[in-house]
């Protein structure tokens, strides 16, 4: 089993700060690529941002120069921190991670639970 536990959400004023946590935990056999996507209600998951395995990252063009994807690869986990948050940017965010299993050794794609970002005007 492979789990993502996300932590970091929560409620800022416009032009806040918010770091979020996504740790992967269990039968881990390596991790590839890493990232951030958010889902507003009514609106399809989009990818806010992603980091590969040897650091290079990737960001939606509404996020760029505001948020920063990063990785721990000795913790298995990724961060996003957050800068000059906009109420646009209210949304639940899920950490997503491709990774091998000790079990099957096959890539596979893995979801946290959701944590809610809410940005005030």
């Known amino acids: 089993q492979v789990q993502l536990v996300e932590s970091g959400g929560g409620l800022v004023r416009n032009g806040g700060s918010l770091r979020l946590s996504c740790a992967a935990s269990?039968?881990?056999?390596?991790?590839?690529?890493m990232g951030w996507y958010r889902q507003a209600p009514g609106k399809q998951r989009e990818l806010v941002a992603a980091?590969?395995?040897?650091?290079?990252?990737n960001y939606a063009d509404s996020v760029k120069g505001r948020f920063t994807i990063s990785r721990d690869n000795a913790k298995n986990t990724v961060y996003l921190q957050m800068n000059s948050l906009k109420p646009e940017d209210t949304s639940v965010y899920y950490c997503?991670?491709?990774?091998?299993?000790?079990?099957?050794?096959?890539?596979?794609?893995?979801w946290g639970q959701g944590t809610q970002v809410t940005v005030s005007s």
């Open positions: 269990g039968s881990i056999f390596n991790i590839y690529a």
């Open positions: 980091v590969t395995s040897g650091g290079n990252t």
């Open positions: 997503n991670a491709e990774i091998s299993s000790t079990v099957t050794y096959i890539v596979a794609d893995y």
